[in-house]
Every structure is written in structure tokens, then in C-alpha cells.
């Protein structure tokens, strides 16, 4: 609600550009103004770091984008293939038409990244870009960021943090852990749809893909999108105010409760990912014997939203990347659901949904029985 009262002004009478030199020009211009600072406290960054964009894709092309013309000499990029889909097919775009290497580093079981493997694999002066989110956006699990910003300030190489899930969840700092360029998204902090930034280091140059009037200190062109960044603004001091007021921690006891409850309900049942060194909002549960899609059109009907790993933007769900990435087979990938909590959910809210998801769980299994024993996984079950 805070977010929403922030941007009507700015909706409504309150319609200048803030490019423009007129008055109702200038209180936009200071309106993003203080949107960018807010957003760079809760980043840990300068107002001057930031770069509003539309969206957290944006966000990691530009990343990638400013990092190849940089070093337009260096044919080789390090990720993982646990990253989100706006890291991953961009890597393998620059791989199949612009002859980049690329080396993968591998996740365990929990979804944690070898960083010693990354340290194997970055090489001072051929290293275009390497980069590793801060947190998974299908297991909430945690990158080791500080520790790959460090291998990356050594090797003398770019270091990229796709920050999208842990901005408002969990304490960022881009002063604190080193990276050059760090990607946010406004809906996944409770801001609108469609806004986003990349914080760039001011120890490094940038290069704009969007070329044109200058805007944003000509890092990105185009008329700002005031309303928005206004929001995405508020909804970074709402977001600081509740880390710091515990809010987090009572939304890490609520996700424990949910589990714990779904892990008790229903057989055949565990978590994803590090049960330690994840995001206190969310969870992924595999249920075997259960398709994720079939779980997500029965839920969707009982008004509780669940995710199966990948997008059905295409129409067709393939098994999760994420998970098939941690060592899983695709039948596991087929089975295992996210869900989100914020700040907003109440325990009411997860015992409802706990009833629901049992119940849908089971009509699934007798359409489709459960074959062979009980999974055990994710170091709970
Ligand atoms: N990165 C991560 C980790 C995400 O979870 C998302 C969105 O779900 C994105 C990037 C893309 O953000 P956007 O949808 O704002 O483009």
C-alpha cells in the first residue's frame, strides 16, 4: 500500500518529464532522485551507481553487454547453469554467435557453487565476465558472491551478481562484497512490474546498450519511467525498514512452518536446495510421484500460486534446469515446486495452503500412483 500511495502523484497530476526544464519537469527529476537514493541504501551502493532499467533482464543483459565491450578481446565468460534464464541465455547466445567460451561451474546437491572450481576456471586477461547470482530464484539458495567478487578483484576480472531475489530479503551491500555490476528487479521487492536497475561500480566504465538523449547519465537512454522508479523507491525503504524491524526472521518462521507442516502431510516429500544457506521467503519441495504442472493447475484453482521451475511462457513445461543442475533426473525436475512467502503472508495463509496442497498432491497420485520407494532428499525429509 505504501508503494502504491508513493506512485500515484506521479499517475495522476504529477506527469512531467524529468528531462524536461520546466517545473513540473524538475519535481519528476527529484522524485527519481530520491528513488535513487533509496535504492542505493537498501543496495549498499552510491546514488551515482545506480542505473534505473526496465526490468531485472535488462538489468543482466546491460551487464553482460558493458562487460564484452569492455574487454572486447576476452572470449571467455564464467556462470553456472543454475543462474536464471536472463544469465544463462545470454551466455549461450554470446557462446553460439560471437565464438565465447564458456566454462560452467558446477553446483552441488544443495545447489551451492564450487568456488574453488570457479577460482579454477576464471583466467586473468581472457576472463570477459563472470557471473553468479545472489540468490537462486527457484530454491532461495545463497551464492557464495563475496567469495567469487574476491577470485574476480584478484584474476583482475569483471564479477557480475544477479541480485534480483535477495534485494529486501536479505542484506546486499555492493560496497561490502566487490562486484562491478549488480542486477535488481522492481516486483520481486514488492515495487511494480516492468522497473528495475543495475548498480555499476564506480570503478569501472560502462557501456550503455541503449544509446540516444543521455538519460541516466547516458549509462541508459530513454524517458525514465517516473512512476515506477518512484515505487521501486519506496518500496526499498519499506523493504529496509522491515529487515532491520526483524520482519524477515518472522518470515523465515513461517516458510519453517509451511515445510514443516507439507513435509508431515504428505509422503514422499522433501526440500531442494541447502536448508541453511538459502532466503528466509522461500522453498522448493519435490513430491514424488506428483507433476509440478498438474500441481499448478489444481492449486491455481484453489487460488494458491506455486511455481514449477521453468517459464510456460512457451506452453510446454520442461523439468526444472535449476534443479536438473544440482544432479537431479529429470523426473525430479518434473515433480518439485517453488513457493514464495513475504511479509504480507500470515500463518492462516500457510495452513490453508498446507490442506490444499495435500489434498491436490493426492488426487494427482491416484491419477498417477507412486512407483517404487520413498524420496529422500535436500537433507530433510
Ligand atoms: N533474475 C532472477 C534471479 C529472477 O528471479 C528474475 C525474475 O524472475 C529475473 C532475473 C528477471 O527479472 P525481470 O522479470 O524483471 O526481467
Not at 96 to 106: C, I, K, L, R, S
Not at 183 to 203: D, F, N, Q, T, Y
Not at 356 to 363: D, E, G, M, P
Amino acid at each position: 500500500p505504501e508503494v502504491r500511495e508513493a506512485m500515484l502523484p506521479y499517475l495522476e497530476g504529477a506527469y512531467g518529464n524529468p528531462s524536461g526544464g520546466y517545473r513540473f519537469g524538475k519535481d519528476s527529476r527529484k522524485a527519481v532522485e530520491a528513488a535513487r537514493e533509496r535504492v542505493a541504501s537498501l543496495a549498499g551502493a552510491k546514488a551515482e551507481e545506480i542505473v534505473f532499467t526496465s526490468c531485472g533482464t535488462e538489468s543482466n543483459n546491460s551487464a553482460f553487454y558493458s562487460a564484452v565491450e569492455t574487454y572486447p578481446d576476452r572470449k571467455h565468460l564464467v556462470t553456472t547453469r543454475a543462474e536464471h534464464s536472463a544469465v544463462v541465455n545470454v551466455v549461450e547466445y554470446l557462446e553460439a554467435t560471437h565464438g565465447y567460451e564458456v566454462d560452467w561451474v558446477p553446483v552441488d546437491e544443495g545447489g551451492w557453487v564450487d568456488v574453488d572450481a570457479m577460482e579454477g576456471v576464471v583466467r586473468p586477461g581472457e576472463t570477459a565476465l563472470v557471473s553468479l547470482m545472489w540468490a537462486n530464484n527457484e530454491t532461495g539458495v545463497l551464492g557464495p558472491v563475496k567469495e567469487a567478487a574476491g577470485i574476480c578483484e584478484e584474476a583482475g576480472v569483471l564479477f557480475h551478481t544477479d541480485a534480483v531475489q535477495a534485494m529486501g530479503k536479505v542484506p546486499v551491500s555492493v560496497a561490502a562484497c566487490g562486484a562491478h555490476y549488480l542486477s535488481i528487479s522492481g516486483h520481486k521487492m514488492h515495487a511494480p512490474k516492468g522497473v528495475g536497475a543495475l548498480v555499476v561500480s564506480e570503478r569501472v566504465r560502462f557501456h550503455a546498450t541503449m544509446i540516444g538523449g543521455g538519460q541516466e547519465g547516458g549509462r541508459r537512454s530513454g524517458t525514465e519511467n517516473v512512476a515506477s522508479i518512484v515505487g521501486m523507491g519506496k518500496a526499498a525503504e519499506v523493504m529496509e525498514r522491515a529487515m532491520a524491524e526483524g520482519s524477515m526472521e518472522r518470515v523465515k518462521e513461517l516458510r519453517d512452518r509451511f515445510e514443516g507442516r507439507i513435509l508431515g502431510a504428505i509422503e514422499g516429500t522433501g526440500i531442494n536446495g541447502d536448508i541453511e544457506r538459502r532466503l528466509p521467503n522461500t522453498t522448493n519441495f519435490f513430491f514424488e510421484g506428483v507433476d509440478a504442472e498438474g500441481l499448478l493447475i489444481l492449486l491455481d484453482n484453489d487460488d494458491v500460486c506455486c511455481s514449477p521451475g521453468s517459464a510456460c511462457s512457451t506452453g510446454s513445461f520442461e523439468p526444472s534446469r535449476v534443479i536438473t543442475a544440482m544432479g537431479y533426473d529429470t523426473e525430479r525436475g518434473r515433480s518439485s515446486v517453488r513457493f514464495s512467502l513475504s511479509m504480507f503472508s500470515t500463518e492462516g495463509e500457510i495452513d490453508e495452503a498446507v490442506k490444499l496442497i495435500a489434498a491436490a498432491a493426492r488426487k494427482l497420485r491416484v491419477a498417477r500412483p507412486v512407483r517404487g520407494s520413498r524420496v529422500v532428499g535436500g537433507g530433510r525429509a
